[in-house]
């Protein structure tokens, strides 16, 4: 009976041995998938486990954590002031995961980040408890304070960039949203989630980065570049060949300007000031499609860009003449975001060189060494320093006297650009009101900063990019400046 | 483990009896388990548990005692089967009580600590243990109780039907005021105490008398009467009370003695070819079963729609989320299986708290059990010995690679628990008194041999070596 014994004795080996390999294909070689599989729990338990890392402005966290109780999630995240900080956090819920910034840098404020395991691996020794890293923004909290508050009950955004090194300063969106609300995993959370969602204002769309609106008027200063780089004229002060009325090309229709305005063979300085739909258009149609979206795509058109929050592509398409006329003056396909036109205004402060826009300036390890540093860089050249120069003269004419005038700081260099978009079928709806602007001091401009104000609320001859939007620029303009005092 | 070496199996006159290396091996495994019990307290609360020393204490008293029984009634024993079995209760304890710690499972509307009852069910087992040392004093006693045990087992099988079902499966029985026992569990050793002595008689006339057909040996019609009859036993276990797992285990330790009695491979042939077709066929129209079927092929499919798939899954996950080391005790997730997460889910806790390293030894834990049992079958002078002792340790393998396989997703699950280490009294109590006539065997097997006697078995064995 001996034989057959042992032939059940080697059976039973290979059942073990059986075990043995499945146990290693699941624990070894598929250990990394079932650990992050999309149902495993565990991924967000760890995730709330330890108290989540802060984003960092001006040295004061805007973000907390705190403990709670009735879940297996243990941290919850809370913000100080939410629906202003918003648009630069995003939000992180137990329930709704996480957008933009605690996002993107979630790694780091979870402290699971490659990025800190050496922090990770010292810790393991000396026993300390596990915290998340920091990260320190860009953001200039004066100036965000001013323009969450001068933006207040309208619709709207503001982004403000530094010209010289990219970095963000504002970046505000209104109306806005408190991420707490929903940073739970409870039913209440989700109520409020569901609300927010089905909220008509949509207070949860980052209207500084995700919405594009036709720019408008503060689209010419994109066309005036196009004009001074291409050659079509040197000097800002020359008479330019602008016939007014001026037909649109392959129609039958008059391009209008705006009242009875001083525009015919006006200068590239006086049609920016007045803001001359005539002068611009042709300057458009004359360079042609292809140049205007080689000079747009310059300033960041067409194309995502990552802050490293992502920013929606703005578009200058191809188009047919007519319609790239229309482009020409911020009408017809055109659609920039906030932070796009911020850039705008930001290259043509800085010389010509537009910087690579960014919000985070460090990350820093639990123990709050920093272990990643921005350094600045540039985006690209859109236009050179002479050219440059020649458009800051007439953007600050604008702001001398032009349809900027509420936005001049005493003691201080600004130029700005107006706009008010129409938008609708037949410009049936309120159109936004715009304003592009830099200020310049002695050691170069500190800022540039883009309004937008889609206020509904509004009468119509209200909405003029001078009247609502420049007041706000002024604020976030002054705010950057006290603040480097 | 070198002490144990140098283990011929059948020991020479002044065999060792190898009583001290048991208590030696007994100290480590009582010492492992307290360990594991220290390491749950410092991880969940800080500190050590205050009941540590109880624990210590009475862990230490079961497997003392089984010691000393053992020492004093069967001093020729296997040294390991003891302090391994050991082992492994402890080491369930250490794990049922950490999951009785958990939040998850405290914040449930029914929930009973489970660590102070399985206790209690530990100590009833080492005191079957120790009852059957010191009442059998020869297992070929057993061999008087064949047909008896036929009926015994039958009716303890039988018995569930007439309960309701707990959680689909009909293999409880409820005693008001009690609890409830699975009989299946013991039916498992008197069953194989039927098989062992009607095998033994009828061996000869199910070898021998045979024709060859295409190199098997086909058995007569009427021999394969028995083995149809264990076949259609096992799928009305199978219908009747949807017990997928019992159904195999019987079936395959039923096979696996054929085999050893009979020494022939057709027996195998058959009996995979029986099993296959009634899994296929009881598959066909039980969707209890299906749906196992359908969790086994893709867990994560089913996930929200099927409760089995995603029970699996989530078992899948605690081994995924063990890695190689694991989490240690008390510090990972596995509370998350929910459902039978300290029965017969306990094995993904050993895989999520420790790791592919604690699940490679604990499954080698068991496969030494089998090992130390297949062993004294092969030491056994009787073939009612031999064959109870494949019997048993055939179906400890068997029971083991179906839970085992069944939580880690390598067979489709079926419901029955991880011998000695899950929550379950019928279980623990059961498998203990099957060590005790495992021991029982192997200390008849080892005792030097009052008189030279030599049969041609024990003549093959003395060769043998592991």
Known sequence: ?485 | MSVVTNTTTIGAIDAPSRRNTELMLMVFAVAISVFAYANVGLALNGELPSGMLGYGLGLALLGGIGHLAVRKFARYADPLLLPLATLLNGLGLAIIWRLDQSERFQATENFVPAASKQLVFSALGVALLVVVLLALKDHRILQRYTYISMLVALFLLILPMFFPAVNGAKIWIKIPGLGTIQPGEFAKIIIAVFFAGYLMVKRDALALASRRFMGLYLPRGRDLGPILMVWAFSILILVFETDLGSSLLFFGMFVVMLYVATERTSWIVFGLLMSAAGAVGVAAFEPHVQQRVTAWLDPFDGWGKLAASEQMAKSLMAFGSGGTLGTGLGQGNSDLIGFAANSDFILATVGEELGLAGMMAVLLVYGLIVERGVRTALAARDPFGKLLAIGLSGSFAIQVFVVAGGVMGLIPLTGMTMPFVAAGGSSVIANWALIGILLRISDTARRPAPAPAPSPDAEMTQVVRP
Not at chain 1, 4 to 22: D, N, T, W
Not at chain 1, 425 to 444: C, H, M, Q, R, V
Request: with cysteine; aromatic share 6%.
């Open chain 1, 1 to 485: 009976m001996n034989k057959p014994l042992r032939r059940i004795a080697i059976f039973c080996g290979l059942l073990v041995l059986a075990l043995l390999v499945r146990v290693n294909w699941l624990q070894y070689v598929r250990a990394d998938e079932l650990n992050a599989n999309e149902h495993n729990r565990r991924v967000q338990i760890e995730r709330y486990a330890h108290e989540r890392g802060n984003i960092i402005v001006d040295g004061n966290p805007v973000t907390g954590s705190v403990e709670t109780k009735g879940s297996d999630f243990k941290y919850k995240r809370v913000w100080k002031n939410g629906p202003m900080w918003a648009p630069v956090t995003g939000y992180s819920s137990q329930a709704f995961d996480a957008s933009q910034l605690e996002s993107i840098e979630d790694g780091i404020l979870t402290g699971n980040s490659d990025q800190l395991f050496f922090d990770r691996t010292l810790s393991l020794f000396t026993g300390e408890k596990k915290t998340g890293g920091n990260i320190v923004t860009t953001l200039n909290s004066a100036a965000q304070k001013a323009a969450f508050k001068e933006l207040g009950n309208k619709k709207g955004a503001v982004a403000a960039i530094d010209p010289q090194t990219g970095a963000i300063l504002t970046l505000v969106s209104t109306p806005s949203y408190d991420p707490s609300v929903f940073a739970g995993n409870s039913l209440k959370d989700a109520e409020a989630r569901q609300q927010l969602l089905k909220d008509k204002d949509k207070p949860m769309l980052n209207r500084a980065l995700r919405e594009t609106y036709p720019p408008g008027s503060t689209f010419k200063v994109v066309t005036a570049a196009a004009a001074l780089e291409n050659g079509l004229y040197k000097d800002i002060d020359d008479k330019t060949n602008s016939p007014l009325p001026w037909r649109l090309p392959l129609t039958t229709g008059n391009l209008a300007n705006e009242g009875n305005i001083p525009c015919e063979n006006a200068s590239l300085r006086e049609a920016l000031r007045w803001s001359c739909n005539t002068v611009f258009g042709k300057i458009s149609d004359d360079l042609g499609n292809q140049k205007m979206i080689d000079e747009a795509d310059k300033f960041g058109f067409n194309e995502e860009i990552f802050t490293p929050v992502r920013a929606d592509a703005s578009v200058y398409p191809k188009d047919n003449r007519p319609q790239n006329a229309m482009a020409g003056i911020g009408q017809a396909s055109n659609r920039a975001t906030p932070l796009q036109m911020a850039m705008v205004a930001a290259a043509v402060a800085n010389d010509g060189k537009l910087m690579q826009p960014y919000m985070v300036a460090e990350r820093q390890a639990p123990n709050l060494d920093v272990i990643y540093t921005h350094e600045k860089e540039q985006f690209s050249q859109p236009l050179s320093g002479e050219n440059a120069q020649k458009l800051q003269q007439m953007m600050e004419t604008v702001v001398e006297n032009g349809t900027g005038t509420n936005a001049r700081i005493p003691g201080v260099t600004v130029g700005g650009k107006t706009g008010t978009a129409q938008h609708g079928l037949n410009n049936s709806e309120n159109p936004y009101a715009w304003f592009i602007s830099y200020a310049k001091t002695d050691s170069g401009s500190p800022v540039a900063v883009a309004v937008v104000v889609e206020d509904s609320q509004a009468n119509r001859d209200d909405i003029s990019g001078g009247g609502l939007a420049a007041p706000i620029a002024k604020a976030v303009m002054k705010a950057v400046i006290d603040s480097k005092k």
